[in-house]
């Protein structure tokens, strides 16, 4: 099915007449009809523009639009108090100041008094100032292109789709405003830490039929990695079950009571130092090459999430944890933090700092406050990209729901639409907000060696088609660190 894109839920019937309304009362309308299988367009792509600065692909912040149906719990609460308990990302005073500004509206009406009593059915825009977190300024190489499909070579640390705090860094955006790829259906998803063969159908009825395989499992995935010290020279079957730690952060481990896993490993080289090692995954579970070479205490080399001090002094092989799910989360994060390095992991410091806050408001789990950046049409779980095409692995958002609109806590992300000309150069004063904290932060960029992880999908064949990519440099047999 082809995403919906965010201007589309702005398509809908006539609006029937306003009744005549009683003294105080305040007109509510009823809920837009969606259109569902219209994808991005140009209006989207419009909203900002690249740049490129040290080997990094960068977004100029941009103004947008979160928009947001009541939810059932905040019927008869005011506007304050679901902003003080359920969106606590910035404090009441920045929700004071962006309604003073004009920025928040309630049923397209500017909100004056943050003491409105909610009613079911109001419709919530708030518009901020969004900055995306940098990506690889490596393009995307077109494989295949035919009436059926698109066939990428995706670079490491892009999303496939936009999701959290990526939109226009995203393989669907840039192919969109780059390549003049429009309304592509995805087939799969890669990590975004991921590099390789990323397949989109131009057609429904080709998503349907390759969807269909996918869910046989009659695709062949094909996957090589380099991983730490000697790998056995003989093949290696891994089948332990893995559990999700975090949609949030993107954590899974294994588990007894998680779901059954099988990926086979077969050692292609070692430089006495690391292994390039062959991955065929059988089944599509979140995460589950990196989970599995982890386990056999082979993590990859660079892996930013299963290859960390966090996991103890096993590093998690052999299950070996030692700590409680919270522990290891906090841990993690712990680790990124002192290394400047949470957009790795695709989160900030507003997510973390509010997370903890938001456990007792009634979400939608983690992968409902990770909806942040642009609930309306993007499943924006930082987990939700599986090293595999069985999609619905990690579906707890589900594209077109309004569970996806939900996004307590990171307002500060929304944004309206301000375009900027150009390609490349610095950022200009104009893109400065006065409200916006983010503006207010430096922050050190990844260096582009960082945002490379040593994981590539180098083959994925089906009954009809078969396509591959190029071995990445770092999986020659000569190469050196």
């Not at 590093?315 to 957009?343: C, F, M, N, P, Y």
């Not at 990519?469 to 999986?475: D, L, Y």
Request: charged share 30%; with cysteine; aromatic share 8%.
């Amino acid at each position: 099915m082809a995403e919906p894109g965010p201007g589309d839920r702005e398509e809908a019937a006539p609006a029937p007449k306003k009744r005549r309304l009683a003294g105080g009362e305040r007109y509510v309308p009823p809920p837009r009809k969606l259109r569902a299988g219209v994808s991005f367009g140009p209006a989207h792509f419009a909203e900002t523009s690249y740049y490129f600065e040290g080997g990094l692909r960068k977004v100029r912040p941009y103004y947008f639009d979160f928009r947001t149906y009541c939810k059932g719990r905040w019927v008869g609460r005011s506007l304050l108090h679901v902003f003080g308990t359920e969106f606590r990302a910035q404090p009441l005073a920045y929700y004071r100041a962006a309604a003073r500004a004009g920025r928040l509206r309630l049923n397209e009406e500017p909100v004056r008094d943050l003491g409105v009593v909610l009613k079911n059915n109001d419709f919530l825009r708030n518009t901020v100032h969004r900055h995306e977190p940098p990506v690889t300024a490596q393009p995307i190489e077109i494989l295949v292109e035919d009436d059926e499909v698109v066939v990428v070579d995706k670079p490491s640390s892009l999303p496939v789709h936009p999701c959290g705090r990526f939109r226009h860094n995203t393989v669907i955006f840039i192919l969109g405003k780059e390549h003049d790829l429009k309304e592509l259906h995805t087939i799969h998803r890669l990590d975004r830490m991921t590099s390789g063969v990323l397949m989109f159908a131009k057609t429904a009825e080709v998503s349907k039929r390759i969807d269909e395989q996918v869910r046989e499992r009659q695709l062949e995935k094909e996957y090589v990695c380099r991983v730490v010290g000697e790998f056995p020279e003989h093949e290696v079957v891994c089948e332990e079950p893995i559990l999700v730690v975090s949609y949030k952060v993107g954590v899974c481990r294994v588990d007894p009571k998680g779901k059954f896993c099988k990926t086979i490993f077969q050692r292609l080289s070692y430089n006495g130092k690391t292994s390039v090692v062959k991955c065929l995954p059988r089944t599509g579970r979140t995460h589950q090459i990196r989970v599995h070479l982890q386990y056999l205490g082979h993590p990859i080399v660079n892996d930013p999430i299963y290859n960390m001090e966090a996991w103890g002094p096993h590093r998690g092989k052999g299950g070996k944890i030692d700590k409680t799910d919270e522990e290891l989360l906090k841990a993690l994060v712990e680790e990124h933090r002192s290394k400047q390095s949470l957009d790795v992991l695709g989160i900030s410091e507003e997510d973390l700092n509010s997370s903890a806050e938001n456990k007792d408001s009634g979400n939608c789990s983690d992968c409902t406050k990770a909806a942040l950046a642009d609930p309306i049409n993007e499943n924006s779980c930082p987990a939700e990209d599986t090293e595999d095409p069985e999609r619905n692995d990690v579906a707890a958002c589900p594209l077109n729901s309004d569970s996806n609109l939900e996004t307590p806590e990171n307002d500060k992300e929304l944004v309206s639409c301000e375009n900027q000309d150009g390609q490349t150069g610095e950022k200009s004063s104009e893109e400065k907000d006065p409200l916006c904290m983010e503006c207010k932060i430096t922050r050190r960029d990844p260096s582009p060696k960082e945002l490379v992880m040593y994981l590539h999908a180098l083959r994925y064949k089906g009954a009809e088609f078969e396509y591959c990519s190029k071995m990445p440099e770092w999986a020659m047999e000569d190469w050196e660190e």
